[in-house]
């Protein structure tokens, strides 16, 4: 949930051995003179800005890339689905497309064009042909008939990549390959953790049908440096290895705590790019605190030499100069269930207890029947809101979410694909995330313990030492 833009020319980390890549394009009737372009290096600062068309519709891009990037281009954000790409040093594009029907009108040429053709197909196969949506939509539930056609899904996209493995690079073909299993497997994850919410029983492959189980929980392709390049496949391994292999003192939804206490099972490159990445949203989540501090001096010790170890230092340096305790809380200003604007500055002289969620969201759904518990504690100190920010794309998705789980508060809805979107300025991208912000209008907490934590001491404390500061 990251919104990016990119300029005409652009650097990407140069060194000596970097490679140019060139990615133009020609749109036939645009929707937006504005272009948006991501790009993802791996290992490698993110960069951004937006391309403007000239007066022939076109567009160019040039940077260069030390190694494997991730591509997402935004061509008209009415469409809901993105377009994502795999870009190798020297590649280069030239897209030739309908603004409304990329898929279906798209050319391409120059050195990387098998792989854009390859994502043409694999999408035409799947997403309209196969119908995507439906395959992975509630209607076929848990059943074994869900899983039979993901498999189905999963073996169609083998057999088109397989097509084009003679037209591209091993290592475009091993990241697709990584691509395609996280792909399935993300729709099996939420499927089984749902089941076992409801059969109030622990995360575990069994909950998996015997028939499918061993073709999901396969860990293919197998864990390498190329593999551990792949944007999703490294959390993919992780959060099959622990159904796998379940740990009853470090269950799946404390992933990371598994994976500290199951390193072995892992490439020492598995094990580098979880521990970055991890530790990245530990600083995004927890803010700068001692024990934050102190496992990035751990990461820096193990891997001194880590291409990682400058974003995690630069994210540690950012988080300190913004969320911090006694430092300002941000402003924003967003619209209520009723339509009306609500900024952070409307509760001057009160105490907010900040919550980002939404619907889908599991673990932030959890704790809302605890936070009532906090909520009637609190029931006659008028000067304590509890301020909840959905991340919901669908309004009507919010609001049943509210009246399903009777969420008392105030509430408001970000689009978090907006650049003034609240999440990304309060880096909220990990939910639920929580602040306590002072009459003062200062952080007093960041990620306070969860409402449903030492049942609800531990928040109702800082909450009370909070309202007491005058």
Known sequence: MRTLFFCFCLTLGLAT???????????????????????????????????????????????????IAYLYCDFDKNKEENLIFILEPNDSILMNFEARDFWKTASFKGNAASKFEYYKEDY???????DWKNITSKKLGSSALFFEKLMEVEGLKMRVLDKYKSKTSSTFYTLCQAD?????????????????????????AKLIPALYRQRVIEINPPQNETTAKSEQYPNNVLYMTALTYPDKKYDIEHVDD??????????????????????????????????????????????????????IKEKLINKEETFAIG????????????GRTVQLADFKGKVVYLDFWASWCGPCIAEMTPAKKIKNHFKDQADLVFLY???????????????????????LRDDITAKESAANTYDAGCIP????????????????????????????????????KK
């Open 17 to 67: 051995f970097s490679q140019n890549v060139s990615i133009r394009g020609k749109i036939k009737n645009p929707v937006s003179r504005n272009i948006s372009i991501y790009i993802y290096p791996f290992a490698e600062k993110s960069q951004s800005s937006e391309v403007l068309l000239d007066e022939n519709d076109e567009f160019e891009v040039t940077t260069t890339l030390n190694d």
């Open 124 to 130: 035409i196969k799947t997403f309209i042909q196969s």
């Open 180 to 204: 395609i299993k996280s792909t399935i497997n993300r729709k099996i994850l939420p499927d089984i953790y749902q089941r076992a919410q409801k059969l109030k029983i622990p995360l575990d």
């Open 389 to 411: 920010i959905s991340l919901d794309k669908k309004e009507s998705d919010w609001r049943k979410a509210i009246a399903k789980y009777q969420i008392g508060g105030t509430h």
């Open 258 to 311: 598994y994976f500290q206490a199951h390193k072995s099972r892992f490439h020492p490159a598995f094990v580098e790019v979880l521990s970055a990445e991890h530790l990245k949203e530990e600083i995004g989540y927890k803010g700068v605190n001692a024990e934050v501090v102190s496992k990035v001096k751990k990461f820096e010790s193990d891997y001194p030499n880590s291409r990682f170890l400058p974003l």
């Open 327 to 338: 430092k300002p809380a941000l402003p924003f200003s967003l619209r209520d269930t009723a």
């Open 433 to 468: 995330s929580s602040f306590i912000i002072g009459r003062d209008n200062t952080f007093h907490a960041i990620q306070p313990p969860a409402p449903s934590k030492n049942d609800g001491k531990d928040l109702i404390k800082i909450l009370e030492e909070t309202l007491n």
